[in-house]
Structure formats: structure tokens, C-alpha cells
């Protein structure tokens, strides 16, 4: 194959998914010997276009893990906006060292579903947004290290004068969402649970309302306004730590987490 770009695109509201993103971007381009572009799906304003692919791109998608899938309120967005011409792709799906569950698995089905062939597809852990005590230090010298390997083997594939084979997968119908559990084992339902503000912390600088990927804060009360996706991105770049929440679910959530889930998670690669 002939790359003559490669675009990066990643949905990261705590930063962790970009990083990882373009860490593999950046192994895949020196590779291949181009230069990469990076599109922040994070932003609203970047989910507004349509972006379409030559054959001779290489896309690279990253997205993070909700509930051991795709979050559902973006899923439909990359269906609707991002189609390639028989492009390659690498999926790349970032968890909280949970587990991605079925998450990697729908990316892939997606990207083949809008006109896109699979080079490579990779899950990678990272730290959990909802507490540094899950996935601590995650991605680790041994994570980054995969990631070139990966990166190496995929873009060795994308170099062969052949067209790529289907990846071995499970072409099944997806599943449903993982079921948050609280401390008990009970189902955690934090549905509707929003971020509030610390008013002895928050100095009203605004950082939050123009961090929150669905632009679910207003800008002037600072007050969550919208639908909350539970991204943490308010509460990860407040620079005061004034953002918080206090849903008795989530937070018997986030405890589950910690006393169950803080042993190293494997990534997955699928070449």
C-alpha cells in the first residue's frame, strides 16, 4: 500500500485516550515516513463535519471505554461522520483497566461498516477516569512498549503490496452495556448524577464549561446544565479541584473499582 496520510482522530475527555493515540500515530508515521494530523473529536465543534478518507489514508481511531463499549452517546456521531473508501484503519480503544469488553470488537465492525479495512486493532489500558487508584501509571514503560510493537507489526502489513486480510474476530451482534455494580454487588444507577461545584473552591474561571465535551455546563452559573456523560473532564482539569460528585451510586461505584480492579489489566492486539 501507498500511504500518503495519516490522520489520528480520538475522542479523550481526561486526556488519556489522546495520549495513547498519538503515541501510536507517531510509531506508525515514522514507519511509514509521513507526517501525521490529529483531529480532536473531544470538541463539539469538530463533531459537526463529516470526514472522509481516500483509499491511500491511514486513519488511526481512538476512543475510550464506557461501560465495555463504545460511549453511546458518541457511537452513533462516528457512524454518522467519519466514512473511508476502502482506507486502511487502526481502531485503538482505551480502558480503565476494567475491562473493554466488547468495545474494540464494535469499533472494528464500525470502521468496516463505513467503508474502512483493518491494518491492526488494539486495547489498551489506561487510568480509570473515575480514580488514579484503578490503572495507576497506566499506560506503564511496558504499555508503550506494545504500542510499538504494534505499531511496527501494523505498519510492516499497511507496507505489503497486498491488500490486508479480514481480522479474525467475532462478527456477532454486540451486546449490551456492562451493568455497574456498587460495593454490594447491587447495580449502581448514576444515570442522572451530575458534577457539582465546591463554592469555597470554584473561583468561576470557567475551565470546566469549556472542557465538558457536550457543552453540558453553562458558561455563565457554571452550573450542569446538560446531559453528563460521567466523562470527569470538569472534574480532571478543574485547576482548583472544586468539581465533584456526590451521587451515593457512583461513588459506592467508584469504591467497587477500587477494591476490585486495581490488579494489572492485559491489553489486547489484534494484528
Known amino acids: 500500500m501507498n500511504i500518503r496520510r495519516i490522520c489520528a482522530l480520538y475522542f479523550s475527555p481526561t486526556g488519556g485516550t489522546e495520549k495513547i493515540a498519538r503515541f501510536v500515530t507517531e510509531e506508525l508515521a515514522r514507519h ?57 484503519a487502526v481502531p485503538l480503544c482505551v480502558f480503565g483497566n476494567r475491562n473493554h469488553d466488547q468495545a474494540l470488537r464494535e469499533l472494528v465492525l464500525l470502521l468496516e461498516g463505513n467503508g474502512f479495512q483493518i491494518a491492526g486493532a488494539a ?20 504499555d508503550l512498549e506494545q504500542m510499538r ?27 449490551p452495556y456492562y451493568t455497574p455494580l456498587k460495593e454490594d454487588g447491587t447495580p449502581a444507577k448514576f444515570l442522572k448524577a451530575k458534577p457539582l461545584a465546591d463554592p469555597g473552591k470554584c473561583v468561576h474561571c470557567g475551565t ?9 455546563i453553562d458558561a ?11 466523562c470527569q473532564a470538569c ?4 485547576p482548583k479541584g472544586a468539581r465533584y460528585f456526590e451521587d ?24
Open 235 to 238: 472534574v480532571r482539569r478543574c
Open 149 to 175: 510493537v504494534f505499531a511496527a507489526k501494523a505498519a510492516e502489513k499497511l507496507s505489503k503490496d497486498a491488500p490486508l486480510p479480514p481480522l479474525d474476530i467475532d462478527r456477532s451482534e454486540i451486546g
Open 248 to 271: 451515593a451510586d457512583f461513588l459506592s461505584h467508584v469504591s467497587m473499582l477500587e477494591q476490585n480492579y486495581t490488579a494489572r489489566s492485559e491489553n489486547q492486539l489484534l494484528l
Open 32 to 88: 511509514l515516513g509521513e507526517e501525521p494530523a490529529y483531529v480532536d473529536f473531544t470538541r463539539p465543534e469538530n463533531r459537526q463535519s463529516e470526514y472522509r478518507f481516500a483509499e491511500d489514508d491511514l486513519l488511526v481511531m481512538a476512543s475510550p471505554v464506557y461501560a465495555g463499549r463504545l460511549p453511546n452517546k458518541l457511537m452513533p456521531v462516528y457512524a454518522s461522520s467519519i466514512f473511508g473508501s476502502n482506507t486502511p
Open 220 to 230: 455563565g452559573t457554571l452550573e450542569a446544565v446538560g446531559l453528563c456523560i460521567k
Open 208 to 216: 470546566c464549561a469549556q472542557a465538558c465535551p457536550l457543552h453540558s
Open 123 to 142: 486495547a489498551f489500558a489506561g487510568r480509570h477516569a473515575f480514580s488514579d487508584k484503578v490503572g495507576t501509571g497506566r499506560p506503564d514503560g511496558a
